[in-house]
């Protein structure tokens, strides 16, 4: 399938998700709101169905300036899929209306469904060079200087979970200077996942541990050289082994969907290119995965062939 097929895919899915959506609002306005009331609502020349694909698309492709791909590719050869377009500053201004539809849409239908082994990681998102920190003016007072295993930054933390088969389960977004160990986000994250959760040493703590197997979870992670080792399954060491399943989706995320990049000039624009990003990785037919196999006697193996 060429991209212009999946596009028209990816159209269809989100048109009749955002037909649902405008009638649940609908109803519910005339619930609450008094009809006899005249309130402006101007329509625009493009469907917020068409704003969610174009952007999708983008992140889809192998464009490396969003204004390139709107003008060359959506404008140009796609003129048939959208036949009335916004001029490119327009809809960079009506990008942020669709984000209320466009997270629900992730999150309904892009999101996989946990199976009992799923993985956690951070990655971090930068907004400028260190050079620049204090003549940065975008994301003042949001981003913060934070510290990662390669090095400072500063900017964001993007904190994901996936399963096995390399689907997304939940996503949580946070300053630079958050722990990874945060109880506050990781229990929203891991609010819907059960079995066994694999992560690094970053997420290595007593009270993690303890609040996650209260809540049926129980978190698998690397010892430092000053720990005593414990008994552990064969089966989780290979697991656990196996964990860099999510930091290839971190790459992917970052070099092939752009969620990071430094020439961002609004909020808006760079938290509508995170869910972009995020749900372009979805759609893709492909996805970094384990073939776990479960033999008679309920032991798990790896197939690698």
């Known amino acids: 399938m060429n991209l212009k097929d999946q596009i028209t895919n990816i159209f269809v899915q989100i048109d009749d998700f955002c037909k649902e959506?405008?009638?649940?609002?609908?109803?519910?306005?005339?619930?609450?709101l008094d009809a006899s009331k005249k309130r402006r609502n101007r329509t625009s020349k493009m469907s917020d169905s068409e704003i969610i694909t174009i952007m999708i698309g983008f992140h889809l492709g192998a464009h490396k300036t969003f204004?390139?791909?709107?003008?060359e590719i959506v404008c140009g050869y796609w003129k048939d899929l959208f036949p009335i377009p916004l001029s490119y500053n327009r809809f960079v201004e009506l990008q942020h209306r669709c984000f209320v539809v466009f997270i629900l849409f992730l999150k309904e239908k892009c999101l996989g469904k946990c199976t009992g082994i799923s993985f956690m990681d951070?990655?971090?998102l930068k907004v400028c060079r260190n050079q620049r920190i204090h003549t940065h003016k975008v994301f003042k007072d949001l981003a913060e200087r934070g510290k990662s295993s390669m090095g400072w930054f500063y900017g964001f933390k993007l904190h994901l979970v996936c399963n096995e088969r390399g689907e997304l389960l939940s996503f949580y977004l946070t300053k630079g200077n958050v722990d990874d160990r945060n109880p506050k986000h990781i229990k929203k994250?891991?609010?819907?996942?059960?079995?066994k959760l694999f992560a690094d040493k970053g997420y290595l703590s007593k009270a993690l541990w303890e609040m996650l197997f209260a809540d049926g979870i129980q978190l698998f992670t690397k010892l430092r050289?000053?720990?005593k080792n414990h008994i552990m399954a064969m089966e989780d060491k290979i697991l656990l082994r196996k964990r860099a399943i999510i930091e290839t989706i971190n790459d992917e995320?970052?070099?092939?969907?752009?969620?990071?990049h430094t020439r961002h000039r609004s909020v808006n624009n760079f938290i509508m290119n995170i869910l972009g990003g995020l749900t372009a990785y979805c759609f893709f037919p492909k996805k970094p995965s384990l073939n776990l196999k479960k033999v008679n006697d309920g032991q798990l193996f790896l197939n690698f062939a």
């Open 21 to 32: 959506f405008d009638t649940q609002i609908k109803e519910l306005k005339q619930k609450t």
């Open 67 to 71: 204004k390139h791909y709107y003008q």
């Open 122 to 124: 951070s990655t971090t």
């Open 189 to 195: 994250m891991t609010r819907e996942l059960f079995g």
């Open 225 to 227: 050289k000053n720990m």
């Open 253 to 260: 995320l970052k070099n092939h969907c752009q969620v990071e």
